[in-house]
């Protein structure tokens, strides 16, 4: 295997590839900057993480512990919600703030991060799925895997402007590791392939499902050929040393506790564990096929082992094994992008499917026309990618993983499509080749063309059934009426906790992020309550204000449960005696009231 790529011996990034893959990333970086204006001018992110990992950056500019990821202003009656998320995604962001603050002040230096470092990310995706695609064939299929980026509708929302959240260095880290196959070197490739998924796990553990099937992988080619041993002993030693690195650096050891959605001590032994046990397994000269089969077995036997004994909620219920039951149902099972495919809509279905079928078809046809070192290359870059498009039809929000894996392949194989149709010489099949590769690279455009001509069917309060933006409740417009109130905590529905946190110094009752279940389940029993139990509730916890957007979707999903509810009625202008409304701007779309006092 270490020899099987020695016909691209081009050098790792030369001046002329970075030159016109950076020309490509301006290009498409001004086209993004153009059409986000509007949102970037106004500061309106549309995602609630979003605006949560600034409320996280400017908390650790503004003197919180580095180890310390604790949201103080969320549930500030419970103590704060201490966050899952790792500080390796702040570095850029905090960085950027703090070197152009003091030339540009606070505000319009966020601004700058809260755009560049999105667009810097999508230069690095660019790089690094372009960089397979001419490490491969050229220059050609380089440009058409950037194009293949930039029209994959579920990679480019992840790595827009202003969009801060974690997503867009997955897609980084999951081709840091698909390069680390491309490596001349074994060793070399292994460390590169396990110091990608420990990144990628240190920032998010969705990549442990990814990580395991590239493993196993590693571990076939160990099957097919001793000699690649170094492939798989590399990966599992750096993604040990590097993962407790990486815990060391950002968690350090004030908080050892077992979760199920982070990185945790148990995680870092099973690694280790693995690492120890497959290291000791390549030293034994000439080990038979069962020598070999039962270390295996007892390196993945012995991780799943200690999962089992120490943590064995996170064995059956992953990352959201610990929320309580109420929220489970309530919340999470109302979060679409953490549920199956089958469950989204077609034209967002087709768009996470499309790429990984044509790149693992294209796969295919590589490993069967390629000679006997790049055919099992082209068979494991098969394998990954399949593994990948399988975990996005259970989770939707890890397809971007798969379709950025897929962007070379898509571009080879674009680059034969369009062969195919220059030979062709009646203008009729030409023309309907060329609609049939647009649909397959557009695959949505279809169903959005087929949606628009229904009829829009109605909801059942008579409006239009349509996904309402948290973006079009814009609280933010509602700071200087905010900053006016006395502090006091707001209890508000979880979509628009994290603005309301933004806008102001005001604290939350809760926001949409699990390991603050429990602040939660109080939260949806009170949305869904009577209004009586509801002032019963606010008034024991303190509670001064009472915010919300009636026409977001999460008022609908509590009235769904009881239209009688405190929300529900309080969406329908149905406002008890013990509330008494502030005047805010009519145009924000946000209602505010404060707690009477008596």
Not at 172 to 192: D, F, K, P, Q, T
Request: charged share 15%; net charge neutral; aromatic share 8%.
């Amino acid at each position: 295997m270490s020899t099987m790529l020695e016909e691209r011996r081009r050098a790792a990034f030369p001046l002329s590839f970075l030159a016109k893959a950076g020309l490509a990333w301006v290009f498409v970086s001004a086209f993004l900057v153009a059409t986000s204006w509007g949102s970037i001018t106004s500061m309106h992110l549309s995602d609630p993480d979003d605006v949560l990992r600034l409320i996280q950056v400017r908390d650790l500019l503004g003197g919180q512990s580095w180890f310390d990821v604790t949201q103080y202003r969320v549930d500030a009656a419970g103590g704060g919600v201490a966050m899952h998320w790792s500080r390796l995604v702040d570095i850029p962001l905090a960085f950027s703030i703090w070197v152009m603050t003091p030339i540009f002040g606070s505000a319009l230096a966020e601004a700058i991060a809260l755009v560049a470092v999105p667009l810097l990310t999508l230069g690095c995706v660019m790089l690094l799925a372009s960089r397979i695609a001419w490490k491969m064939w050229g220059d050609e299929e380089a440009i058409l895997t950037a194009l293949v980026i930039v029209i994959s509708i579920p990679v480019l929302f992840q790595l827009s402007p202003l969009r801060i959240d974690h997503h867009g260095w997955q897609l980084a880290c999951a081709l840091v590791a698909i390069n680390g196959l491309l490596a001349r070197s074994a060793r070399l490739g292994g460390w590169i392939i396990g110091a990608g998924f420990a990144i990628w796990l240190s920032i998010s553990i969705e990549g442990l499902p990814l990580a395991a099937i590239t493993f196993a992988i590693l571990a076939l080619r160990w099957l097919r050929d001793p000699a690649a041993k170094a492939w798989l002993v590399g990966a599992i030693q750096s993604l040990a040393m590097v993962s407790a690195a990486l815990f060391a650096l950002t968690r350090g050891f004030g908080d050892l506790a077992q979760y199920c959605d982070a990185i945790s001590p148990v995680h870092l032994a099973m690694f280790g564990s693995g690492a120890v046990i497959l290291t000791l397994l390549a030293r034994i000269k000439r080990p038979t096929l069962l020598t070999i089969m039962v270390g295996f077995a007892l390196a993945g036997g012995g991780a799943l082992a200690m999962m089992l004994n120490t943590a064995p909620q996170c064995a059956s219920g992953g990352g959201f094994a610990q929320v309580d039951p109420v929220v489970a149902d309530i919340w999470l099972s109302n979060v679409l992008e953490g549920r199956p495919l089958w469950e989204q809509v077609l034209a967002i279905a087709l768009q996470y499917l499309a790429a990984p079928l044509i790149g693992i078809c294209a796969a295919l046809q590589l490993a069967a026309r390629s000679h006997d070192g790049l055919r099992p290359f082209w068979r494991d870059y098969a394998l990954v990618l399949g593994g990948a498009l399988a975990i996005s039809v259970f989770v939707a929000r890890t397809g971007a993983v798969a379709c950025v894996l897929a962007s070379p392949l898509v571009a080879w194989q674009l680059r034969r499509w369009l062969k195919a149709i220059r030979l062709m010489e009646n203008p009729l099949p030409r023309m309907a080749a060329m609609v049939g590769v647009a649909c397959a690279l557009l695959p949505a455009l279809p169903a959005l063309l087929l949606t628009s001509a229904m009829p829009v069917r109605a909801s059942v309060g008579g409006a239009a059934d349509v996904p309402i933006r948290v973006a079009d409740c814009r609280v933010q417009d509602a700071s200087d009426t905010l900053s006016e109130l006395p502090k006091g905590e707001i209890y508000a529905l979880l979509d628009i906790a994290p603005e309301l946190l933004l806008a102001s110094d005001h604290s939350v009752f809760a926001t949409g992020h699990h390991r603050g279940h429990q602040a939660m389940k109080v939260l949806i029993e009170t949305a869904i309550g009577t209004p009586d139990e509801a002032r019963e509730t606010l008034v024991a916890r303190g509670t001064r204000y009472v915010a919300m957007c009636p026409t977001l979707h999460e008022s609908r999903t509590y009235a769904k449960i009881n239209p009688q509810g405190f929300v529900p009625q309080l969406a329908q202008d149905k406002v008890p005696d013990w509330l008494e409304p502030v005047a805010v701007p009519d145009s924000n779309g946000l209602k505010l009231w404060k707690i009477k006092s008596e």
